[in-house]
């Protein structure tokens, strides 16, 4: 076999794949988190940009000493940060890993 004939057949073996109901629902399941996830995640960060710029009376209000709600909002970006990094390795785990191997197992079985 040619390198142009393997190219040929290894193009028309991913094609097979990623027109697979498997890799359909493996797509529609992550789109399913990670595009809701990210569209909270940046309204989150968007009211945080928008009360720093035109709420300065309430970002500046002590919440005890000298921590204000603007700082408590600014550490707030990290800690979900790492909550929705959390939440996808969950998710991932448990949704998208399965089904990732069982279309893995089924190229390197020689079944597409």
Do not use: C
């Not at 309204?43 to 204000?68: E, P, Q, R």
């Amino acid at each position: 076999m040619t390198r142009t004939d393997r190219e040929r057949t290894e193009a028309e073996e991913w094609t097979r794949v990623h027109t697979s109901p498997e890799f359909t629902l493996l797509r529609r399941s992550l789109r399913g988190f990670v595009f809701p996830v990210t569209a909270l995640f940046l309204g989150w960060y968007l009211l945080y940009v928008v009360l720093g710029d035109y709420a300065h009376g309430f970002m500046a209000t002590k919440v005890f000493g000298n921590i204000t709600v603007g700082l408590v909002f600014g550490l707030l970006q990290f800690v979900s940060t790492f909550a929705v990094t959390g939440l996808y390795v969950r998710y991932a785990h448990h949704h998208l890993d399965p089904l990732a191997d069982r279309i893995r197992d089924g190229v390197e079985g020689g079944r597409w």
